[in-house]
T-cell receptor, first 112, second 113 residues
Framework: DVKVTQSSRYLVKRTGEKVFLECVQD?????MFWYRQDPGLGLRLIYFSYDVKMKEKGDIPEGYSVSREKKERFSLILESASTNQTSMYLC???????????FGQGTRLTVV | DQQVKQNSPSLSVQEGRISILNCDYTNSMFDYFLWYKKYPAEGPTFLIS?????DKNEDGRFTVFLNKSAKHLSLHIVPSQPGDSAVYFCAAPNPGSARQLTFGSGTQLTVLP
């Protein structure tokens, strides 16, 4: 069964902290994505990666960075968390040639 | 500039009746569309898709219709069930990078028992 796992369901961090959100997939997918979901805005792509050590900016990369050292793991990093980064973060993966993405359960991040 | 738009943030329907969720797009290069369903505190799950070479795709209670000339698609759920209550997102792969999906803002469907 397809599985994308995000390390935390809920996270509370302070303004200015460095935050790591981890995502692991067990499907040997080449593509991995980080989205954030906000009311009225839907899912917006932050970054994606189509191979190990490769990354590309999505629609809203400012304030974020990513790391993909292994095929199965894609990390989202908030270098200095701010309150406007309070959101639901969703990781997804897909195989090469497919448009269907499989999502993790999401991480609800609150920055105080 | 939202290329995929869902103009109804919410929809309430009586159990057993039809639910119709709408989605409009602006990019005529989009050639494939997907619908995802999302329950609270869970990630979205794929529901149904349609290629631009078709105007209809059916899977059980779910049917998606595509009107290319109007750049409009709709998801029909018949009959609606309380378990269908969720947020529904339509999405399309970016023509320049088919890996990326562009999502609409979502429609919260509530099916009343």
């Amino acid at each position: 069964d397809v599985k994308v796992t995000q390390s935390s369901r809920y996270l509370v961090k302070r303004t200015g902290e460095k935050v790591f959100l981890e995502c692991v997939q067990d499907m040997d997918h080449e593509n991995m994505f980080w989205y954030r979901q906000d009311p009225g805005l839907g899912l917006r792509l932050i970054y994606f990666s189509y191979d190990v050590k490769m990354k590309e900016k999505g629609d809203i990369p400012e304030g974020y960075s990513v790391s993909r050292e292994k095929k199965e793991r894609f990390s989202l990093i908030l270098e200095s968390a701010s309150t406007n980064q309070t959101s639901m973060y969703l990781c997804a993966s897909s195989p090469t040639g497919s448009t269907e993405a499989f999502f993790g359960q999401g991480t609800r991040l609150t920055v105080v | 500039d939202q290329q995929v738009k869902q103009n109804s943030p919410s929809l309430s329907v009586q159990e057993g009746r039809i639910s119709i969720l709408n989605c409009d797009y602006t990019n005529s290069m989009f050639d494939y569309f997907l619908w995802y369903k999302k329950y609270p505190a869970e990630g979205p799950t794929f529901l149904i898709s349609i290629s631009s070479i078709k105007d209809k795709n059916e899977d059980g209670r779910f049917t998606v219709f595509l009107n290319k000339s109007a750049k409009h698609l709709s998801l029909h759920i018949v009959p609606s069930q309380p378990g269908d209550s969720a947020v529904y997102f339509c999405a399309a792969p970016n023509p320049g990078s088919a890996r990326q999906l562009t999502f609409g803002s979502g429609t919260q469907l509530t099916v009343l028992p």
